[in-house]
């Protein structure tokens, strides 16, 4: 390995700080480098000591014309976990760039779970040519998997499964993990089975190991054990995971017999999946916004929402339309106007995120939703009571105006109130009708402190002032 090489892995070793575990520039210009003047020894000598989610990364973050020169000059290197970590808005692009004897090989190397992964996102003539790669076995797998619903356990799970009978002792199963031949690369567990196939326990590996050979595999059963329907929706499972710390579990059909297992790796990675979908739905951004994108992707996915946030602009200038005389006459409302809708869309927000969040995790439920209302409620008296004081200081200081500095922090109070109720109060009301609460909140909570906090502060001017 040469001296710079050794500088690029010395780079990934030792990074410090909150890019510890990215890519360094100067790894990325060296690589490029190879790939521009065609130097495909020094490529795969820059490219081995990455993980294949650094290369994923890389991938991801270099134009699509370095990209295509890349895979081609890297060639039979390609390793199939990479494609199992690219980003799926340009996983394609990768799988039409590769040589079908590459992409052959790179698919064999996937476990089941990895590939249904691969085929979801690809329309039907490229799946039957990944398929048409595997071994008879792994494709009948992999076409039953793909059988099952979408965002489903059965999609999930990978149908390798190290299983034992219940009447097993530990030296029989040792002998048995020692003597079979393509067992997963990664297993935690050894699922115990009935004579009908139904799991009944698993038994950790550490305990296992730690465990005389005539010890029975039943006494080791682990206490945590949850068996997930194949059907169960991949969101459940992955709540399942987090709350009862998992780290693998079995599926089952409708029969109850063992089909597969999933792992905590591929529940976690659901869990950012959907983490990720709720920031991007809280922004209006939708939900497939991807960073390599292009122009008139970008436009298409963001467009929408801006026309919602325009029909909601438009309904609180109504408002301010009603009280166009008022401001007439006191010029200052108009200055005064944009902290007080400020102030509550900030609140509002604070709110609203807890509420999502809370949601998603399962934390906020029919239990508690009533405690939670109220002390929103009461944060946002608080909060009103305490802006009220500095912005009637700070109205007075400004404009001289008493009345006016009375004005604005009652309407200060009203509107933070309201935006507090309404970050909780709106997404929970949306849960219960079946709509996603981070697909649709924002607009209604922006709507609602925007048209409260205006007709509060001016319906008030026009009492008070005139």
């Known amino acids: 390995m040469t001296e710079e090489n050794d500088q690029v892995v010395l780079d990934e070793e030792h990074k410090d700080g909150d890019d510890a575990y990215s890519l360094q520039p100067k790894n990325v210009a060296a690589i490029l480098y190879a790939v521009d003047i065609g130097d495909r020894e020094r490529l795969v000598e820059l490219m081995e000591p990455l993980h294949p989610a650094d290369i994923a990364d890389l991938l991801e973050q270099i134009n699509a014309f370095d990209r295509m020169r890349l895979i081609k000059l890297y060639d039979k290197e390609f390793d199939g976990d990479i494609l199992s970590e690219l980003d799926e808005s340009i996983r ?36 039957e040519a990944i398929l048409e790669v595997l071994d008879n076995q792994d494709r009948v797998a992999v076409e039953k998997s793909l059988t099952y619903p979408e965002y489903s356990a059965g999609r999930l799970m990978q149908r390798e499964v190290v299983m034992a009978p ?138 929408p929402w801006l026309a919602v946030n325009l029909l909601t602009a438009v309904l609180a200038s109504l408002v301010i339309a009603q009280f166009e005389g008022v401001i007439a006459q006191v010029v ?47 944060v946002g008296l608080v909060n009103g009571a305490t802006f009220a004081v500095v912005m009637g200081a700070l109205e007075f200081v400004w404009f001289g105006s008493v009345m006016l500095g009375v004005v604005i922090a009652a309407a200060m109070i009203i509107n933070l109130l309201v935006a507090g109720l309404a970050g909780i109060a709106i997404p929970v009301i949306l849960e219960r009708l079946k709509v996603d609460p981070a697909l649709a909140s924002g607009t209604f909570v922006t709507t609602v402190t925007d048209v409260v906090g205006f007709f509060a502060f001016l319906g008030l001017a026009s009492l008070v002032l005139l």
């Open 92 to 127: 394609e692009e990768v799988i039409h760039a590769l040589h079908p004897a590459v992409l052959a090989d790179a698919v064999r190397e996937l476990e089941s779970d990895d590939v249904v992964d691969l085929l979801e996102d690809l329309d039907q003539a490229q799946q």
């Open 166 to 303: 219940e009447h097993w002792n530990v030296g029989e199963a040792i002998d048995y993990l020692r003597s079979t031949e393509g067992l997963p690369e990664q297993f935690y567990h050894i699922v115990l089975v009935d004579p009908k196939l139904r799991p009944i326990g698993n038994v950790a590996l550490g305990r296992l190991m730690a465990s005389r050979r005539e010890i029975l595999l039943r006494s080791l059963i682990s206490d945590t054990f949850h068996v997930i329907p194949v059907t169960r929706d991949e969101g459940e499972v992955a709540y399942a995971f987090n709350q009862y710390h998992l780290i693998s579990a079995p599926v089952v059909d409708e029969n109850e017999r063992l089909v597969g297992v999933i792992t905590i790796d591929d529940a976690m990675a659901v869990l950012d999946e959907e983490h990720e979908e709720d920031i991007l739905r809280l922004a209006g951004v939708g939900e497939e916004s991807r960073l390599s994108d292009s122009v008139l992707e970008t436009v298409r996915q963001r467009l």
């Open 332 to 378: 200052a409302l108009a200055v005064l106007m944009p902290i007080v809708a400020s102030m509550g869309g900030n609140a509002g927000t604070q709110s609203l995120t807890v509420a999502v969040r809370a949601l998603a995790t399962k934390d906020l439920t029919g239990s508690n939703v009533w405690r939670i209302i109220r002390r929103e409620a009461a």
